[in-house]
């Protein structure tokens, strides 16, 4: 019954991706699908991220005074807890788990601001947050106990009016947020993405994007023709994937997060056609209440769990190191746009610094660095900024157990000779630049 219930929602919801909405097809159906893979898609990429530990999450915790080394070590549990609820969207969306990742999408958002990231942050991410309230209302107007399943039902007139509502709200949202990011903040990492794919990009480019793309959310409110959702939702999935080919395939998680940016405009043009189908036929029976589901619920929830568990521990049992951390940013740009600038392991850098590479010790608080500062004008002033605040006398030597594994630390190095001047800079802080290279050396004194 399952099976044939999740081939009636594929079939239709693939035929939304052409914009299809015949009356052969299943719409009630295919919007519950839509609305579990954009929760699926947005929470299992969120908890990636957090069993592979990112940095950028940080600035996050320091607004609750989270020291970093919790932080590390609790990261993989909420990738894992986020993981576990996107996989069981899938198998037996609830509303008490959708209520949850309503509230949860929105919380995360809302902290990128609070961490002095802009109010931008909290509007881009709108395809997180959107799907899961409008599935929430769904299943609230059915009738359903906390731990229910949500099956496909017809729905009621002014609950498909609320869902459209809140999907075209959280599409301009997203549209306004990333526009934001262009028009208003010109983030280096736009001009990277569309370099990455070809494009001449600089600000003034990236500026007007972003303020076609402004245009763009705000006119999703008055807006709603199928061709422009699908251009809306092909557009994002283009742009997006971006971060992957401007980084690594690691950052195809980053795609994965921001489901929701796909699938809203899918999940609005059939919930339009749904309005439109009520418009010409008479209201359908409320479907019957169906038995409490808390211990279906219990059974996928724990399935899901142990598989994802599972995984997670054996990636971190042999990946992740809490003690000892690796942290890598190939521009300064990037180092800003995750905050972590503020974590406090490396001192400040010149704006042109780029390949920024740091290890350290959270127990000890060592550290061992390096970096190039591109511009050479830029690299003499810096190195007269620390002759400037010279203290202390002679060289130290770096933490001989941080360049075990170090791999940009040349081997055998330690600051001194050649045509590399080394600054013991208060005290404990040590710095070796080899102009000629542009290359910047930096450590905590053992």
Same mark, same amino acid.
């Given at each position: 019954m399952q099976g044939?219930?999740?081939?009636?929602?594929?079939?239709?919801?693939?035929?939304?991706?052409?914009?299809?909405?015949?009356?052969?097809?299943? *719409?009630?159906?295919?919007?519950?699908?839509? %609305?579990?893979?954009?929760?699926?898609?947005?929470?299992?990429?969120?908890?990636?991220?957090?069993?592979?530990?990112?940095?950028?999450?940080?600035p996050f915790y320091e607004i609750f005074g989270i020291p970093e080394w919790f932080a590390w070590q609790t990261m993989?549990?909420?990738?894992?807890?986020?993981?576990? *609820?996107?996989?069981?969207?899938?198998?037996? &969306?609830?509303?008490?788990? %959708?209520? #949850?990742?309503?509230f949860w999408a929105v919380f995360t958002a809302l902290l990128r601001p609070l961490a002095g990231m802009g109010w931008w942050e909290l509007l881009e991410r709108g395809g997180n947050y959107g799907p899961p309230i409008a599935f929430y209302m769904i299943a609230t107007a059915q009738g359903l106990?906390?731990?229910?399943?949500?099956?496909?039902?017809?729905?009621? =007139? @002014?609950? *498909?009016?609320?869902v459209?509502?809140?999907?075209?709200?959280?599409?301009?949202?997203?549209?306004?947020?990333?526009? =934001?990011?262009?028009?208003?903040?010109?983030?280096? *990492?736009?001009?990277?993405?569309?370099?990455?794919?070809?494009?001449?990009?600089?600000?003034?480019?990236?500026?007007?994007?972003g303020a076609a793309e402004i245009l763009a959310g705000l006119a999703v409110l008055f807006v709603t023709a199928r061709p422009y959702l699908l251009l809306i939702a092909y557009y994002?999935?283009?742009? @997006?994937? %971006?971060? &992957?080919? +401007?980084?690594?395939?690691?950052?195809?998680? @980053?795609?994965?997060?921001?489901?929701?940016? #796909?699938?809203?405009?899918?999940?609005?043009?059939?919930?339009?056609?749904?309005?439109?189908?009520?418009?010409?036929?008479?209201? +359908?029976? &409320?479907a019957a209440r169906p038995p409490v589901g808390l211990a279906a619920a219990l059974r996928?929830?724990?399935?899901?769990?142990?598989?994802?568990?599972?995984?997670?521990?054996?990636?971190?049992?042999?990946?992740?190191?809490?003690?000892?951390?690796?942290?890598?940013?190939?521009e300064y740009s990037k180092l800003i746009e995750y905050g972590y600038d503020r974590a406090g392991w490396l001192p400040h850098l010149p704006v042109s610094s780029r390949n920024i590479r740091e290890r350290h010790e959270v127990d000890s608080g060592q550290v061992v660095a390096s970096f190039t500062v591109a511009d050479p004008a830029e690299l003499d002033r810096y190195l007269e900024s620390l002759r400037a605040r010279a203290?202390?006398?002679?060289?130290c030597e770096p933490p001989a157990r941080l360049l075990d594994g170090a791999s940009f630390w040349p081997p055998g190095?330690?600051?001194v000779g050649g045509s590399v001047e080394s600054v013991r800079a208060e005290g404990d802080r040590m710095f070796s630049v080899d102009r000629k290279a542009g290359q910047v050396y930096y450590w905590t004194c053992t």
């Open positions: 044939s219930t999740a081939a009636r929602g594929w079939a239709p919801a693939a035929g939304l991706l052409i914009g299809r909405v015949d009356t052969g097809i299943d *719409l009630a159906t295919a919007l519950n699908w839509l %609305l579990r893979v954009a929760c699926c898609m947005c929470f299992v990429g969120h908890g990636a991220w957090g069993v592979i530990t990112k940095a950028g999450w940080l993989p549990l909420i990738g894992t807890m986020d993981i576990t *609820l996107g996989i069981m969207a899938l198998f037996h &969306p609830c509303r008490a788990m %959708l209520a #949850y990742m309503g106990g906390w731990f229910d399943r949500v099956r496909p039902a017809p729905i009621a =007139g @002014e609950v *498909l009016r609320r459209r509502w809140t999907l075209q709200i959280s599409i301009a949202l997203l549209l306004i947020g990333h526009g =934001g990011f262009g028009a208003f903040q010109a983030k280096k *990492l736009l001009v990277d993405h569309w370099s990455a794919a070809g494009v001449a990009a600089d600000v003034d480019l990236v500026r007007m994007i994002k999935v283009a742009t @997006e994937l %971006l971060y &992957p080919l +401007a980084g690594s395939l690691i950052d195809t998680w @980053e795609w994965v997060e921001r489901g929701g940016d #796909y699938v809203g405009p899918l999940a609005l043009i059939c919930t339009l056609a749904l309005l439109e189908r009520r418009k010409a036929h008479a209201a +359908a029976a &409320p996928v929830g724990a399935a899901c769990f142990a598989f994802t568990a599972a995984v997670n521990f054996a990636y971190v049992s042999t990946s992740v190191s809490f003690k000892v951390r690796d942290v890598h940013f190939e203290a202390g006398s002679g060289a190095f330690s600051g």
